[in-house]
């Protein structure tokens, strides 16, 4: 299908792809922001029992939210997807339809995530090369939740970028999960779409 699209509307396909990506990342940007402002920020605590609950309850209910926004992500994209191919199957003009934009590929549930954490690895990488207070207070109360886990075992805070394994794994598995269920979903009203047209076939 893309190689039917002009330059001008292969630029209008990748812009309203990057807007949808960008859509389906902002919730699980501030889902992240709120975690680490409220109850991973409590890992800054004296008390190392508090720290480690914090941090790993904080972690877990963060993944568990990228999971949630994943697999409605995931249910969404498929079902654009099955919506656009009905009316590409009926040769629709719509452009939505024609570029398939919006649409499930697995990549997405990777790139996604990885569009949320931006601001973490943007905010990570200058403190890593050049330190400073504003970097390390946005790292403790924003991104806490791969900033603690290193530095609480003594590790430079810099490693926190393997964290965002959690997110982005989370995220790409409720992707999937959801795709299956909504595929599901869309298998049952087709079966009974088929069952009423063929008891009011009988009726007649």
């Given at each position: ?23 389906g990342a902002l919730l699980p940007l501030v889902i992240m922001l709120l975690f680490s402002c409220t109850i991973i920020m ?102 806490g939740w791969a900033y603690f886990p290193f530095t609480l075992a003594g590790l430079h ?48």
């Amino acid at each position: 299908m893309d190689n039917k699209l002009t330059s001008e509307q292969l630029r209008q396909k990748i812009w309203w792809e990057f807007l949808d990506l960008l859509t389906g990342a902002l919730l699980p940007l501030v889902i992240m922001l709120l975690f680490s402002c409220t109850i991973i920020m409590f890992a800054d605590s004296d008390d190392l029992a508090v720290q480690l609950v914090a941090v790993i309850g904080g972690d877990i209910l963060l993944a568990a939210a990228y999971f949630i926004f994943g697999s409605k992500n995931g249910s969404t994209a498929y079902r654009k997807f099955y919506l656009n191919e009905t009316k590409r199957a009926l040769d629709s003009a719509e452009k939505q339809a024609l570029y398939r934009t919006g649409e499930y590929s697995l990549w997405k549930g990777f790139v996604i995530p990885l569009i949320s954490c931006v601001p973490y690895v943007v905010v990570q990488v200058i403190n890593a090369c050049a330190p400073n207070q504003v970097c390390t207070f946005l790292l403790i109360y924003a991104f806490g939740w791969a900033y603690f886990p290193f530095t609480l075992a003594g590790l430079h805070q810099a490693l926190g970028l393997v964290m965002l394994v959690v997110p982005v794994a989370a995220h790409a598995a409720g992707y999937v999960y959801g795709k299956c269920k909504e595929e599901k979903l869309q298998a049952q009203l087709e079966a009974t779409n088929a069952d009423g047209k063929a008891k009011k076939k009988g009726k007649k």
